[in-house]
């Protein structure tokens, strides 16, 4: 399966449509992640000069201005969607390989550089994470367990701030004894 994920900053002009084309057909990528391009709407005929068939699906997560922007196009044949969410600042979509029945969760994530923007970025995630169904699924998916923070891993805790000394106290013991002897 080839995937291409790609920061475009901007993907307004021909020249740049011509590179992700040649890259798509050349290299026969099955799944593209586009971040940052900058673009409101994005017609149909734009996703037919990118792609190299009729056999596409795409998802769009429009900008806002000049800032954001994501694009989802993946080869139908080689996935399956079962389901989406789009937000401005993520595109999440879940489903299988075509020819297996492994199912996957995809993520297009929009990293803005502005902190406040971040922080909101951060919520919505946080907040995708706290929807127990899409939580349910993805314990599926990967065959993994929920929990919670916070959480020991390595004998440290996770989830809580690492700034407070007592944190850090048990691993500065067991250094303390490895170096004393």
């Known amino acids: 399966m080839r995937i291409l994920t790609w920061n475009i900053r901007g993907m307004n002009s021909d020249n740049k449509t011509t ?19 900058k673009m409101e709407w994005i017609s149909e005929s734009t996703i037919r000069k990118i792609w190299y068939d009729d056999e596409y699906c795409f ?18 044949s080689d996935f399956q969607l079962d389901k989406s969410m789009v937000t401005s600042r993520f595109i999440y979509l879940r489903g299988k390989w075509s020819n297996t029945e492994w199912k996957v969760a995809l993520i297009n994530i929009y990293f803005p550089n502005d ?3 971040q922080a909101l970025l951060w919520k919505e995630l946080i907040d995708l994470k706290n929807v127990d169904e899409i939580v349910d699924e993805m314990t599926l998916i990967l065959d993994c367990y929920k929990g919670e923070l916070p959480f020991i891993y390595l004998g440290l805790p996770v989830g809580v701030d690492t700034r407070s000394q007592e944190i850090w106290e048990p691993l500065l013991k067991q250094f303390r004894v490895k170096f004393a002897g």
Request: proline residues 2%; charged residues 20%.
């Open 19 to 37: 590179t992700i084309r040649t890259l798509v057909r050349q290299q026969r990528i099955k799944i593209l992640f586009l971040q940052e391009t």
């Open 59 to 76: 998802t769009v997560s429009p900008s806002t201005g000049r800032s954001g922007g994501l694009l989802f196009i993946w080869d139908k």
């Open 115 to 117: 902190l406040s923007e």
